[in-house]
């Protein structure tokens, strides 16, 4: 069954539990695309809930219980540093009908809900939630343009068909990787679309102080950053020979990438991974 018509045998209500920044990028990208979910989102901030349903055409719903009440599945979206605060507003939280007849929970025992907080574990969720069934999901803001790069991960005991589900959702707006939860804070350093941004800044930088003008500077460095990825994606030629491609001995590419690497390139990237992998160890032990 494709992802389409698994939608189509039963419309889901996705309640999102958070409208900030990731809740917007996962809606634009939904907007992109056909589907059959019906979506909400659950916020303290009015503004927040207006702002997504004049961008998105979204429900919203300001009550957290009736939130609980209206959903077949809750996206908790919020920071890492927040998730302490929902978790015990779930845990106490009791479902309220609304008045214009919304379902009660299909799962009342333990509903679905799936955590987007980096560095927050099963475990953590579990522990101060338990009323919920919880699955973890890092979707990338990229997402918005349809083309992000979703991990999720799961409890051993977790259902087939709940484990199908969630990939299917996060599908819709790019690829979708399952791992084991023990790899996911190397994930999350790893896939960030931060490295992208900031190489680019640092090429284009580099450019300009060599003469270049600001457009023509980041139109040469996004082409060397993207063109060079397609063509490793795309291609069937393994990295470690393109690289050799590219930087032919005694050429400017060659020089220029010895240089980077004399002056610390790959220490400094390892560096920046072991800060990110620490910064997830501290959110996991809040």
């Not at 009440?69 to 920071?79: H, Q």
């Not at 919304?102 to 025992?109: F, G, S, Y």
């Not at 460095?221 to 001995?249: F, N």
């Amino acid at each position: 069954m494709t992802v389409r018509e698994n939608l189509a045998a039963g419309a889901q209500t996705i309640v999102f539990l958070g409208g900030g920044r990731i809740t917007s990028a996962i809606l634009a990208g939904l907007k992109l695309v056909k589907h059959e979910y019906k979506l909400r989102v659950h916020d303290r901030n009015p503004e927040k809930l207006r702002q997504l349903k004049r961008l998105y055409a979204v429900s919203v719903e300001p009550n957290l219980g009736r939130a609980i009440a209206e959903s077949d599945v809750l996206v908790a979206a919020v920071r890492p540093d927040a998730m302490r605060e929902l978790l015990g507003n779930l845990q106490e939280s009791r479902p309220i009908a609304a008045a214009t007849g919304a379902k009660e929970l299909r799962r009342a025992a333990r509903p679905l809900a799936i955590s987007l907080a980096a560095g927050v574990p099963l475990r953590t969720l579990g522990k101060y939630a338990s009323r919920f069934r919880w699955a973890r999901a890092m979707p990338s803001p990229v997402g918005r343009f349809g083309r992000g790069l979703t991990a999720v991960a799961f409890p051993h005991d977790f259902s087939q068909k709940d484990r199908k589900s969630t990939k299917d959702f996060f599908a819709l707006i790019g690829t979708v990787v399952e791992i084991p939860e023990a790899k996911f804070d190397a994930f999350t350093v790893t896939y960030s679309s931060s490295h992208g941004y900031h190489a680019l800044a640092a090429l284009a930088d580099s450019a300009q102080a060599s003469g270049l003008d600001r457009k023509t500077a980041l139109l040469a460095s996004a082409h060397a950053l993207a063109d060079g990825i397609i063509a490793w994606r795309e291609g069937k030629v393994q990295l470690e020979e393109l690289i050799q491609e590219a930087a032919t001995p005694g050429g400017i590419a060659a020089a220029t990438l010895a240089a980077m690497d004399a002056s610390g390139y790959g220490e400094s990237v390892r560096r920046g991974f072991s800060a990110g992998l620490q910064r997830a160890r501290e959110n996991a032990a809040k």
